[in-house]
Structure formats: structure tokens, C-alpha cells
């Protein structure tokens, strides 16, 4: 049984056997939000919902195979976290002018990290924890977790763009440069009054944008078959414990419930 279309602003598709789909990818379906760099579109048009906001393909991941721990799982909160930012992220920023998004993702040459907690996190959807060496080389930090930067916090709605502060961007000497450790090359910082000034203000605004979302699993099953015990276990697993991981990679301000 589907669930109902109206009901949900996401919903996850899991399968239980290894389709041609490899990764993990993300289906827009309705945007009405402006200064993101995404197309307004509407949902109705595309499914015949008023509400789904996108579809998030998780294929055969790592909840299907038997014995799993409970560390195994978790994986697939950040494979969800990742695929749901996509509604909002990251399109701001293409091209030489900013050299913050290839078109989905933070560049490599992006830094999105943050200190959490005393840790050294990173942005789920790419970046790197770049710092300076002082010698004129740049290295990537260990990262121990992943969440969202600010810049992401506003682009979803989260933060006001005054509590974004300037981004940095490492400038290579070299473009071409596939290293993460001693790279020659210096950070340009970007004003998020830059990236507004080029794409427009965020409308809905921070105090008007949705901050709470309901979301729906479907796990698709060959004709005639039926999903073991362990990958239902599984499932139930994530869908009840990845509210609370949402939660706490957005710092308590937002929301995405069954």
C-alpha cells in the first residue's frame, strides 16, 4: 500500500534487491522557494500532489543486508540527510565568480566546516574542512561528523542570512590539483551579502520558511516477493530513529516526522 501523496512533503524509496541504479539521487517535485537557484516548479504538474516537496531514491543500501549493527544502519542517515538537503542545496555560487557549487554539491574547493561540540564537522552535501597552513599550502582537517554549515542552514530556511558569516573558498595555483594536503594556493572569503545581491533574497524568509515535514518510506519488493524480516526490521529502525539524527544536524530547528 502507497502512502498518500498529499499527506507528505518526502518521500524515501529503498528497494530490496540491487536495481540498475547504483547511488543514491534526489527528485525534485515542487519548489516555490526564490533565492536558491532552483526552478519554481509545482508538484501538482509532476505527480499530482499539492504538497510532495521531492522523491529520494536509496536503492539497495545498507539496511538490506543481513546482520547489519546498529553503526551500519546510521549510515543511511547520512545517505537520507544528503538526498533531502538536495531540495535546498546547493546551487547557489556556480562558476568562477563564487566557486562554491558544481552545480549540486559544494566544490571541493569550498570550506564547510565547522566546530560542533568541540569536533570537526563537515557539510553533508561536500566542501572540506580546508585550513591554512601559514605557509602559503592549504590541508583538509579530519572530519568526525557531518551536519549542515551555515550557508546551508539559511539556504534551507534555518538562520537568517545576518548569522551567516563570510565563506571561505581556497583559490589553487593549480586547478587541476587533486590533493587534500599541502596545496599551494590562498582563501578568498564571500559575504553572504554577495551570494543575496547575485541571487536574490530567500523568499519564504527564515521567520516564514517551513521548518517541520513529514516524511514516508517505501520499500519496493520484486513482483511476487516479499521483503524479509531484517530488511522490515531495518527499515522500521531508520524511519523511527532518523527524526531525532534531523533534528540534531540542524540544531533543533527543524523537524521531519512519519
Known amino acids: ?67 547489519l549493527s546498529q553503526n551500519d544502519l546510521k549510515i543511511n542517515f547520512w545517505v537520507i540527510g544528503h538526498e533531502i538537503a538536495h531540495y535546498w542545496l546547493m546551487h547557489v555560487g556556480k562558476g568562477p565568480e563564487f566557486g562554491l557549487s558544481d552545480g549540486s554539491h559544494y566544490t571541493k574547493w569550498a570550506d ?28 583538509v582537517n579530519n572530519i568526525k ?3 549542515f554549515s551555515s550557508l546551508s542552514l539559511y539556504l534551507m530556511g534555518l538562520i537568517p542570512a545576518s548569522e551567516v558569516p563570510d565563506i571561505r573558498v581556497v583559490v589553487p595555483n593549480d ?17 553572504i551579502n ?7 533574497a530567500r523568499n519564504p524568509s527564515y521567520e516564514n520558511a517551513q521548518k517541520n515535514f513529514k516524511i514516508a518510506y517505501i520499500l519496493l519488493a520484486k513482483r511476487g516477493e516479499t521483503p524479509k524480516q531484517y530488511q522490515l526490521d ?17 540544531y533543533g530547528k527543524s523537524t521531519i516526522n512519519q
Open 112 to 139: 564547510t566546516g565547522f566546530i560542533r561540540d568541540g569536533e570537526q564537522w563537515d557539510d553533508l552535501t561536500g566542501g572540506w574542512p580546508w585550513k591554512d597552513n601559514g605557509n602559503g599550502t592549504v590541508s
Open 175 to 191: 586547478l587541476a590539483d587533486a590533493g587534500f594536503t599541502n596545496v599551494e594556493g590562498k582563501f578568498k572569503m564571500i559575504p
Open 1 to 67: 500500500m502507497y502512502p498518500d501523496k498529499d499527506n507528505y512533503d518526502f518521500l524515501n524509496v529503498f528497494t530490496t534487491f540491487d536495481g540498475s541504479y547504483k547511488v543514491a539521487f534526489h527528485l525534485p517535485v515542487k519548489n516555490e522557494i526564490r533565492g536558491i537557484s532552483i526552478p519554481i516548479t509545482a508538484s501538482t504538474e509532476n505527480v499530482g500532489s499539492s504538497r510532495l516537496l521531492s522523491i529520494n531514491y536509496l536503492g539497495y543500501s545498507y539496511f538490506l543486508h543481513p546482520n
Open 234 to 250: 531495518a527499515i522500521n529502525y531508520i524511519a523511527q530513529n532518523f527524526p531525532g539524527e534531523w533534528n540534531f544536524m540542524t
Open 145 to 147: 561528523k557531518q551536519g
Open 194 to 200: 554577495d551570494i543575496v545581491a547575485k541571487y536574490g
